[in-house]
């Protein structure tokens, strides 16, 4: 299915500094003395990442294995939290719930789309971002499993022009954790994948993002996110600045998550 894409943001402004500052380059954040490049582009995970709508599949799913008469625990829900929605259908029917995996996934989706239409529960921080990136010139795309009539629903509400293209999961052959949702997604911005940071919530798309080459920053929010070679990791996007993105950019690795004992 052709994706359709919609304006990409251009650098009309220039760029906001760490420091609130403004650099004569859209394309470079200030940090200290030094300067760093921004990404070529961000490319954004929607559920978690972007918006809090973990609570409104979880309760969809429940809803629905509960009307076949079976069990579903909080536990449980977290178990799909970042799958493709054919691997979650395929786990709701192992639960009991006795119906295709397209009617399945039809009435998570539009459970979920209903929500997102009647109200936004965007992360903290990432409205924000959002507007600083697209001051700053850098494109985003949104790279999700859910379905685009999800997407549509958010992008609606979204601060225009933010998302230069979107990458749905009816929308790619191979889901995450496989690279293809991340390199379809800079293809369609026209950017090579290593050039891009991502942001990423879940295993199944930090696997995702890190196989397709691109920088990635594990969010914590639902679900741990373990360190590994290459991977930053953040517990909001509140504490993520232009700055920041031009260090992981470049190859830094940031951690800012509280070592476990």
């Not at 942001?199 to 929010?221: F, H, K, M, N, Y």
Request: net charge negative.
């Amino acid at each position: 299915m052709p994706v359709p894409l919609l304006p990409v943001p251009t650098a009309a402004d220039p760029a906001r500094t760490a420091s609130g500052s403004r650099s004569a380059d859209p394309l470079v954040a200030t940090v200290g003395p030094e300067t760093s490049a921004l990404p070529a582009a961000v490319l954004w995970d929607m559920d978690g990442t972007l918006v809090d709508t973990e609570p409104y599949w979880i309760a969809a799913e429940m809803e629905l294995v509960e009307a076949h008469g079976g069990v579903w625990t909080h536990e449980d829900a977290l178990g799909l939290v970042g799958n493709a929605l054919l691997e979650s259908a395929e786990i709701l029917q192992a639960h009991g719930v006795d119906l295709g995996a397209t009617e399945i996934i039809d009435f998570l989706v539009r459970r979920v789309a209903e929500a997102v239409t009647l109200s936004v529960p965007w992360q903290p921080g990432a409205l924000e971002l959002l507007t600083d990136l697209a001051t700053a010139g850098v494109p985003c795309a949104l790279v999700t499993m859910s379905y685009r009539m999800l997407t549509d629903a958010l992008v609606a509400a979204s601060p225009a022009n933010a998302f230069g293209a979107i990458v749905a999961g009816d929308e790619v052959t191979f889901g995450k954790p496989h690279p293809e949702p991340f390199l379809r997604a800079a293809a369609l911005l026209g950017v090579e994948v290593r050039d891009c940071v991502a942001l990423e919530d879940s295993p199944p798309g930090i696997a995702s993002a890190l196989a397709s080459g691109a920088r990635t920053i594990g969010i914590e929010v639902m679900v741990p996110v373990p360190p590994q070679p290459g991977l930053s990791r953040i517990g909001s996007l509140t504490t993520l600045t232009l700055a920041d993105l031009g260090r992981v950019a470049s190859g830094q690795t940031l951690d800012r998550l509280t070592p476990t004992a």
